[in-house]
């Protein structure tokens, strides 16, 4: 038995990208409008954070209902069945319901009844760490075709009254399908994902099922959160570089998650990242948490400018803390 098990050819699966979609709420609120409702200003607004404006999802349009038109247009990009599918991964902050898993309600719009469904919650990094754990299953040969999903719908949890925040985020939703193939030169080369829950008093929301018992609204020191993102984005690009013996010139495009065009310059600076490299979409979305990423890479593939076989590197940093990033063979 030894000896057979020694004889056999091990199998190395890669996960490749062979699909894309988003989707996004046809509201958009400006800058200017945000104006009317709380004491800002357009300059202000587009100084401190590049943000123009943002879309916020009206009372039909869920994290789910977003999520699955996301995961509809990723399906057909991959020319796959629905039923191809055998994990799907929701990465978000706000589900639905406590439960069941927002990832689930997708499955069942999309009539899928014979994959596994979960929801992922690392608030803005989640879209990494969902990536992750679906390339993991597929390394392990568990799954042939998983959904990463990251799906937001914030505006439910801001404060309108607190300028601080009620101004930085929007709605939305973006897909990948990651698929099985064996001894590809594509797909995820790494995963490097880190949490460090001493500062989870920076960025939170006050209310949960087992406190509150009501949903709360987000928090945050921004300037707190800002000094650790651009010091935990750039040392995660650096490991992510290390790891792969690669340099900075070598990533052909950067897909940060889109918090703040001033993080990105500064990250950029740091690391010596050329800034016409990074994708950049903060101005017509906002902070779409764990939706971010997965928004500026369906961007920037319609735009033509990831093609296959590029170096792709994405990062993201959130509430926890937790940070983390993806280097994909696109
Ligand atoms: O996705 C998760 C990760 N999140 C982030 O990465 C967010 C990180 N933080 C940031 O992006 C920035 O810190 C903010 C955009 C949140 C804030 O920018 P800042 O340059 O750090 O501003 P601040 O908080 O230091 O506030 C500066 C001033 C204050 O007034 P005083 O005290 O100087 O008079 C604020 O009251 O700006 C004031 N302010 C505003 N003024 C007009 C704060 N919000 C607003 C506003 N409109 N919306």
Known sequence: ??????????????????????????????????????????????????????RIASDNETTSSLGTE????????????NTDIDLIILA?????????????????????????????QAVCSGFVFALEAADNAIKAGNVKNALVIGSETFSRILDWDDRGTCVLFGDGAGAVVLSSTEGSERGILSNHLHSDGRYGDLLYVDGGPSTSTNVG??????????????????????EALDYNDLKVEDIDWFVPHQANIRILESV???VGLSEDKIIVTVQKHANTSAASIPLALFDAVQEGKI?????????AMGGGFSWGSTLIRW
Not at 73 to 81: G, S
Not at 92 to 110: G, M, Y
Request: charged residues 25%; positive net charge; contains cysteine.
């Open 1 to 54: 038995q030894r000896k057979k098990i020694m004889n056999q050819k091990i199998k190395i699966y890669q996960s490749v990208v062979t699909g894309i979609g988003a989707s996004l709420p046809k509201k958009i609120v400006t800058n200017k409008d945000l104006t009317k409702i709380v004491d800002t200003t357009e300059e202000w607004i587009v100084e401190r954070t590049g943000i123009e404006e943002r």
């Open 70 to 81: 996301a995961a509809k247009i990723a399906l057909q990009n991959a020319q796959l069945k």
């Open 92 to 120: 978000t902050a706000t589900p639905d319901n406590t439960f069941p898993a927002s990832a689930t309600v997708i499955q069942s719009s999309l009539g899928i009844d014979k994959c596994y469904a979960y929801d992922m």
């Open 217 to 238: 609204y987000l928090r945050m020191d921004g300037q707190g959160v800002f000094k650790h993102a651009v010091k935990n984005i750039s040392s995660v690009i650096e």
């Open 268 to 270: 950029a600076k740091k």
């Open 307 to 315: 093609k296959k076989g590029d170096l792709v590197l994405l990062e």
